[in-house]
């Protein structure tokens, strides 16, 4: 099963510039992880942000959560060629359940 | 960091041949793995819940006895595709987390492409 929709689905962008994703989710939830996907490879880690942060930063990355509206962002700013790739939303819940990811947000950064 | 090897990363085999699928983990245990699916350009689909020591929980939808998954230690799970036709293609990948802790991150595998001809 999937949460919902993410936002957009594509994202094509220039080098420098900022990239914002959203993923909707339909359940109650622990966190809310994001990964990347890189064409063919297997997913890395960004970002967890528990259910009750509203926001967090790692590096050139800020992730928001508002638990009412069951919705989060990943904003990438001053973007990359090597950005480009998959980014796809994850929602956690009990220990030992699955990751239920979104449908995923692809970015391309041309420079 | 915590490691999650896949093997292998591509399998091309002829419809009817069964495959398997190994996802260990490097340097920690885990009791739980995941196994998920994903079509080209498509999100992850959970197939099922590999649990060390007992039956795997599979996803509705998801035939247990077309995908075999066997969790017999807490560093290897193992996913055969029995008797693969060309809709059993796709792109499987496995993940785990070293502790039984939803507030930590999975560890995902590169991934196996599967093209059965």
């Known amino acids: 099963s999937q949460q919902g929709e993410e936002d957009p689905q594509a994202l094509s962008i220039q080098e420098g510039e900022n990239a914002t994703m959203n993923c909707s989710y339909k359940?109650?939830?622990?966190?809310l992880q994001w990964y990347r996907q890189n064409s063919g490879r297997g997913l890395v880690h960004l970002i967890l942000?528990?259910?009750?942060?509203r926001e967090k930063h790692s590096g050139r990355l800020r992730v928001t959560l508002d638990t009412s509206k069951k919705s989060s962002s990943l904003l990438i700013t001053a973007s990359r060629a090597a950005d480009t790739a998959s980014y796809f939303c994850?929602?956690?819940?009990?220990?030992?359940?699955?990751?239920?990811f979104g449908k995923g947000t692809t970015l391309s950064v041309s420079s | 960091g915590a490691v999650v090897s896949q093997h292998p990363s591509w399998v091309i085999c002829k419809s009817g041949t069964s495959v398997k699928i190994e996802c260990r983990s490097l340097?920690?245990?885990?009791?739980?793995m995941f196994w998920y699916r994903q079509f080209p350009k498509q999100s992850l689909m959970l197939m099922a819940t590999?649990?060390?020591?007992?039956?795997?929980?599979?996803e509705q939808g998801v035939e247990k006895d077309k995908f075999l998954i066997n969790h017999a230690s807490l560093t290897l799970s193992t996913l055969t595709v029995t008797s693969a036709h060309p809709e059993d293609s796709s792109f499987y990948i496995c993940?785990?987390?070293?502790?039984?802790?939803?507030?930590?991150?999975?560890?995902f595998g590169d991934g196996t492409r599967l093209s059965i001809l």
């Open positions: 590999s649990n060390e020591g007992s039956k795997a929980t599979y």
């Open positions: 942000i528990r259910s009750n942060e």
């Open positions: 359940t109650s939830i622990n966190n």
């Open positions: 993940s785990a987390s070293p502790l039984r802790d939803s507030n930590q991150p999975q560890h």
């Open positions: 994850a929602t956690a819940g009990q220990a030992g359940t699955a990751l239920i």
């Open positions: 340097d920690f245990q885990a009791t739980t």
